[in-house]
Protein backbone atom coordinates (compact mmCIF):
# COMPACT_ATOMS: atom_id res chain seq x y z
CA UNK A 1 0.00 0.00 0.00
CA UNK A 2 1.03 4.06 -1.00
CA UNK A 3 -0.17 6.85 -0.22
CA UNK A 4 0.67 9.85 -1.63
CA UNK A 5 0.45 13.75 -1.02
CA UNK A 6 0.99 16.46 -3.73
CA UNK A 7 1.95 20.00 -2.73
CA UNK A 8 3.43 22.84 -3.80
CA UNK A 9 0.94 23.83 -6.60
CA UNK A 10 -0.39 27.46 -7.11
CA UNK A 11 -1.07 30.58 -9.34
CA UNK A 12 1.72 31.65 -11.94
CA UNK A 13 2.09 33.42 -14.44
CA UNK A 14 3.32 32.71 -17.86
CA UNK A 15 7.13 31.60 -18.44
CA UNK A 16 7.53 31.39 -14.44
CA UNK A 17 8.01 28.44 -12.68
CA UNK A 18 7.04 25.70 -9.61
CA UNK A 19 8.16 22.89 -7.79
CA UNK A 20 5.62 19.80 -6.99
CA UNK A 21 6.30 17.55 -4.33
CA UNK A 22 4.88 14.18 -3.48
CA UNK A 23 5.37 12.76 -0.46
CA UNK A 24 4.74 8.83 0.00
CA UNK A 25 4.00 6.52 2.82
CA UNK A 26 4.21 2.90 2.14
CA UNK A 27 6.77 0.25 2.12
CA UNK A 28 6.74 -0.53 -1.09
CA UNK A 29 7.53 3.04 -2.56
CA UNK A 30 11.42 2.87 -2.90
CA UNK A 31 10.39 -0.20 -5.65
CA UNK A 32 8.04 1.58 -7.59
CA UNK A 33 8.08 3.86 -10.66
CA UNK A 34 6.72 6.99 -10.34
CA UNK A 35 4.47 9.21 -12.09
CA UNK A 36 2.98 12.54 -12.82
CA UNK A 37 -0.14 13.19 -14.47
CA UNK A 38 -2.34 16.02 -15.33
CA UNK A 39 -6.01 16.95 -15.74
CA UNK A 40 -7.34 20.13 -17.09
CA UNK A 41 -11.13 20.68 -17.10
CA UNK A 42 -13.30 18.77 -19.60
CA UNK A 43 -10.16 16.69 -20.71
CA UNK A 44 -8.81 13.35 -19.36
CA UNK A 45 -6.49 13.34 -17.40
CA UNK A 46 -2.54 12.77 -19.58
CA UNK A 47 1.18 11.69 -18.62
CA UNK A 48 3.41 14.25 -17.77
CA UNK A 49 6.17 12.23 -16.70
CA UNK A 50 7.71 9.22 -15.26
CA UNK A 51 10.39 8.19 -13.53
CA UNK A 52 12.28 4.33 -12.67
CA UNK A 53 12.52 3.01 -9.00
CA UNK A 54 15.95 4.32 -8.71
CA UNK A 55 15.83 7.37 -10.61
CA UNK A 56 18.28 6.45 -13.05
CA UNK A 57 15.46 6.32 -16.00
CA UNK A 58 13.18 9.15 -16.87
CA UNK A 59 10.24 9.89 -19.39
CA UNK A 60 8.55 12.47 -20.81
CA UNK A 61 5.53 13.59 -22.52
CA UNK A 62 6.96 15.84 -25.56
CA UNK A 63 4.94 18.64 -24.24
CA UNK A 64 6.71 19.31 -21.47
CA UNK A 65 10.34 17.66 -22.07
CA UNK A 66 13.18 20.05 -22.17
CA UNK A 67 10.78 22.62 -19.60
CA UNK A 68 9.86 19.86 -16.72
CA UNK A 69 12.25 17.70 -14.78
CA UNK A 70 11.25 14.42 -12.61
CA UNK A 71 13.07 13.85 -9.76
CA UNK A 72 12.81 11.08 -6.43
CA UNK A 73 14.80 10.94 -3.14
CA UNK A 74 13.85 7.26 -1.73
CA UNK A 75 15.82 8.21 1.49
CA UNK A 76 13.09 10.72 1.85
CA UNK A 77 10.56 9.06 0.26
CA UNK A 78 9.38 12.16 -2.40
CA UNK A 79 8.65 12.55 -5.97
CA UNK A 80 9.25 16.07 -7.24
CA UNK A 81 8.24 18.01 -10.51
CA UNK A 82 9.97 21.33 -11.33
CA UNK A 83 8.40 23.18 -13.74
CA UNK A 84 10.39 25.97 -15.64
CA UNK A 85 8.82 28.05 -18.37
CA UNK A 86 5.35 27.09 -17.77
CA UNK A 87 2.57 28.27 -20.23
CA UNK A 88 -1.11 28.86 -20.10
CA UNK A 89 -1.51 25.23 -21.73
CA UNK A 90 -0.12 23.96 -18.63
CA UNK A 91 -2.70 24.98 -16.19
CA UNK A 92 -4.28 21.81 -15.00
CA UNK A 93 -4.84 19.70 -11.61
CA UNK A 94 -1.33 17.29 -11.27
CA UNK A 95 -1.38 14.14 -9.99
CA UNK A 96 1.45 12.21 -8.38
CA UNK A 97 0.90 8.02 -8.73
CA UNK A 98 2.26 5.36 -7.98
CA UNK A 99 3.28 1.86 -10.52
CA UNK A 100 3.95 -1.30 -10.12
CA UNK A 101 7.48 -2.51 -11.72
CA UNK A 102 8.87 -3.45 -14.28
CA UNK A 103 9.60 0.09 -15.60
CA UNK A 104 8.66 0.24 -19.30
CA UNK A 105 7.50 3.78 -20.92
CA UNK A 106 5.03 2.36 -22.79
CA UNK A 107 3.08 0.95 -19.62
CA UNK A 108 3.98 4.09 -17.37
CA UNK A 109 2.45 6.54 -19.84
CA UNK A 110 -0.89 4.80 -19.39
CA UNK A 111 -3.05 5.86 -16.22
CA UNK A 112 -4.39 1.90 -15.67
CA UNK A 113 -1.06 0.99 -15.02
CA UNK A 114 -0.63 3.24 -11.67
CA UNK A 115 -2.33 1.47 -8.87
CA UNK A 116 -2.49 4.35 -6.51
CA UNK A 117 -2.44 7.82 -6.72
CA UNK A 118 -2.83 11.61 -4.92
CA UNK A 119 -5.47 13.72 -4.66
CA UNK A 120 -4.21 16.61 -6.79
CA UNK A 121 -2.53 19.46 -6.85
CA UNK A 122 -3.78 22.65 -8.66
CA UNK A 123 -1.87 24.76 -10.99
CA UNK A 124 -2.82 27.64 -12.77
CA UNK A 125 -0.82 29.63 -15.41
CA UNK A 126 -2.09 33.27 -16.17
CA UNK A 127 -0.93 34.66 -19.62
Known amino acids: QVQLVESGGGLVQAGGSLRLSCAAS????????MGWFRQAPGKEREFVAT????????YYADSVKGRFTISRDNAKNTVALQMTMLKHEDTAVYYC????????????????????WGQGTQVTVSS
Open 97 to 116: AAAQPPWNTMRLRTTSNYDY
Open 26 to 33: GRTFSSSP
Open 51 to 58: ISWTGTFT
